[in-house]
């Protein structure tokens, strides 16, 4: 009689039957491995709610918690409401760029969108890479490239 693809006698001495060969109940116990169940530790699921619910208080101390709980759940540049799942986009702007500095009453903070933020973060990123320019100096041009800079003599010339 066979118990699914094994032998009826192979459930009973123990083995498993395989390409190479058979494993039995002494291959398993010799490399470490148990061949009985193990009970299911209750505990762990008990540390793991636990270390949850560490880990929120501690992100509760957090600005962005703060922020969250201080002003309402709305991209301040492009006013998108927030709630819910999709409240994750929402993120907490530091209105002087330093990200140590964090006020209790929030006064450095703003809630942008994902995609406000990178363009707000972008706009300094911009102004950063241009040069200041020093009183009797001369800005460098944003652009070299002059399109219509022929144009006025091709309008002159005579067909």
Known sequence: MTHGRRSLR??????????????SGRDLED??????KTPRDTSAGDRIVEM?????????????????????????????????????????????????NNPTDG???????????DNEHARYQIADDRKAVTPGEEAEPLSTH?????????????P
């Open 10 to 23: 192979a459930v009973e001495i123990g083995t498993i039957g395989c390409a190479v060969g058979s494993i």
């Open 31 to 36: 490399v470490g491995m148990s061949t009985t």
């Open 52 to 100: 949850a619910r560490r880990q929120s208080a501690e992100r509760e101390k957090g600005y962005r918690a703060q922020a969250l709980k201080l002003y309402p759940k709305i991209c301040a540049r492009c006013g998108r409401e927030f709630s819910g799942e999709n409240l994750r986009e929402l993120t907490v702007h530091h209105k002087d760029h330093n990200h140590d």
């Open 107 to 117: 006064s450095n903070w703003e809630l942008l969108c994902l995609y406000c933020h």
């Open 146 to 158: 002059a399109p219509f800079a022929l144009l006025r003599t091709l309008l002159k010339r005579e």
